[in-house]
């Protein structure tokens, strides 16, 4: 595989006819400042932040305008208030936030607060798995690409206790 910023302005040249709505980590994305020469060939905005994990990585990738789409893992990236956080810094440098959902289901209820209360917010991964849809009382419901937000006290959720008996190591 090429990760050669000359390939992948070249890709960008290509696919900027379609008007795609991303172009995902184009280099590696700890080549910060390659990934900001590639975001300033191209008219489709640079994805990016899935493995990064503190709020100075995602400001050097923002300030660095290398990546428009801030992919932040809340479940890897100190959670809702290190998350808030990254994505104050995005809107401030009018990037905007489309979460990576992949650390379970707790975190995916936590994902779906900071969306709703952040005004960048984009577009939310998701990754329901047959877990996602048992765990807790009310399972998030993910209904014709929308996410409907949990609403009771903190994240929104409520263990089923049958089922976390049922996966408790003891």
């Not at 050669?4 to 290509?14: E, L, N």
């Not at 990016?48 to 990585?57: A, D, H, I, P, Q």
Request: charged share 20%; aromatic share 8%.
């Amino acid at each position: 595989m090429d990760n050669s910023t000359y390939s992948a302005i070249r890709v960008a040249k290509v696919l900027e006819p379609y008007n795609p709505f991303w172009f995902e980590e184009p280099v590696p994305p700890e080549n910060i400042e390659e990934m900001s020469r590639v975001s300033a060939h191209t008219s489709i905005p640079i994805a990016s932040g899935e493995r990064l994990v503190t709020k100075n990585e995602f400001a050097q990738l923002i300030e660095k305008q290398a990546a428009q789409i801030i992919q932040i893992d809340i479940g890897q990236a100190g959670e809702i208030l290190e998350a808030t956080k990254v994505a104050a810094i995005a809107d401030a440098h009018y990037a905007m936030i489309a979460p990576h959902m992949y650390c379970g289901p707790v975190a995916a209820a936590a994902t779906i607060q900071v969306d709703t209360c952040s005004p960048n917010f984009v577009i939310q991964e998701a990754n329901q798995g047959p877990l996602h849809k048992k765990i807790f009382k009310e399972p998030i419901i993910f209904e014709k690409g929308f996410i409907n937000p949990p609403t009771g006290p903190g994240l929104g959720i409520e263990f089923h206790p049958v089922v976390i008996d049922k996966y408790k190591i003891e």
